[in-house]
């Protein structure tokens, strides 16, 4: 069942809420930018996402196919989420920074299932041989 969430970067001038089932489980991806950042996500349908303040504040950051927008406080630095586009997923999703979430949502996160993705070698559905450093 879903779930109402807050969150927001560290400095505040980001703030979302998001509506997530924490039984759909989470995911950690190897690609080079949710591995350097250490990037654990849960995805929230276009409809279940809302930007409560600092639209203005982020920073949009695109590489490889550009299939995702990684959005950062500018203030902060810090990826509260990102946004992209996959019929596979609905059309448009949020990839919601775990960490980022307000309260117990990162415990109730930890308590589900967590795939882990081989973003390096665009095999979405296969875990990486390595996961320890995600």
């Not at 489980?25 to 349908?45: L, Q, Y």
């Not at 415990?107 to 990486?128: K, L, V």
Request: with cysteine; proline share 3%; glycine share 12%.
């Amino acid at each position: 069942m879903k779930k109402l969430y807050q969150g927001g970067c560290h400095c505040g001038a980001v703030r979302f809420e998001c509506r997530l089932d924490p039984e759909e489980g989470t995911s950690r991806c190897n690609c080079s930018v949710c591995a350097k950042g250490r990037f654990w996500k849960a995805i929230a349908r276009k409809e279940d996402f809302r930007i409560l303040q600092g639209e203005s504040d982020l920073s949009d950051y695109q590489f490889g196919s550009r299939n995702i927008h990684h959005l950062f406080c500018r203030q902060c630095g810090i990826k509260p989420f990102g946004r992209g586009h996959m019929d596979a997923l609905g059309g448009t999703f949020y990839a919601v920074n775990v960490a980022c979430l307000d309260g117990a949502a990162p415990e109730e996160a930890a308590a589900g299932s967590i795939q882990y993705q081989d973003g390096r070698n665009n095999a979405w559905d296969t875990a990486p041989v390595e996961t320890r450093h995600l």
